[in-house]
């Protein structure tokens, strides 16, 4: 089955630095690759996702890259806010039959006033 | 309507208490996810609804007993719980079950006693 790690597991960063999170997955028929934040207490929500014919995608501050070669996607934020601060997953999903959702393991981002 | 709702919000039962978690969504979409989610960790999948039918069980002890009454409506009847059951049960709903956005509800937070 589909495999996914997630780096790093902590990410400490000043307000206005940009934060990088990487993902690799090890299923190579996986075609779709949302990303997910998750505040203290609240629900995962969707805040990009990739698909696997695009190399890269940009909302606003929010941008996710996807090496399809290398098997690896990144999410990059910009300018980051103390509202930034939270649990951030990545997750990789196959378009084959039923397809579901493996998740990394999540990054806990702190962005420090 | 854009969102998955869940009842209760926090629900705390005895081991030999029966209850339900109830999820409910109104944007026409044919697959329903129950997840687990402990602290600090990804969600993690337990059942899949497609059109009403359960498609996809990862190997739940039947303490849990999933429920579609109709393509809105996803229920989790809960009986004999122990302890370490008690966690965050998310509800998600999806198009259908090709790589599309999973919308997840708030969540209920379980404590068995």
């Known amino acids: 089955g589909e495999n996914v790690e997630q780096h790093p597991s902590t990410l400490s960063v000043q307000e206005g630095d940009s934060a990088v999170i990487k993902c690799t997955y090890s299923d190579s028929a996986s075609n779709y690759f949302p990303w997910y934040k998750q505040e203290l207490g609240k629900r995962p929500q969707l805040i990009i996702d990739i698909r696997s014919n695009v190399g890269e995608k940009k909302d606003q501050r929010i941008a996710v890259t996807l090496n399809k070669t290398a098997k690896h996607f990144s999410l990059h934020i910009t300018e980051t806010q103390p509202e930034d601060s939270a649990v951030y997953f990545c997750?990789?999903?196959?378009?084959?039959?039923?397809?579901?959702?493996?998740f990394g393991k999540g990054t806990m981002l702190l962005v420090s006033p | 309507d854009t969102e998955v709702t869940q009842t209760p919000k926090h629900l705390v039962m005895g081991m030999t208490n029966k209850k339900s978690l109830k999820c409910e969504q109104h944007m026409g979409h044919r697959a329903m996810y129950w997840y687990k989610q402990k602290a600090k960790k990804p969600p993690e999948l337990m059942f899949v609804y497609s059109y009403e039918k359960l498609s996809i069980n990862e190997s739940v002890p039947s303490r849990f007993s999933p429920e579609c009454p109709n393509s809105s409506l996803l229920n989790l009847h809960l009986h004999a719980l122990q302890p370490e059951d008690s966690a965050l049960y998310l509800c998600a709903s999806s198009q259908d079950l090709s790589p599309e956005t999973q919308y997840f509800g708030p969540g209920t937070r379980l404590l068995v006693l």
């Open positions: 997750a990789a999903s196959r378009n084959s039959g039923y397809s579901t959702l493996t």
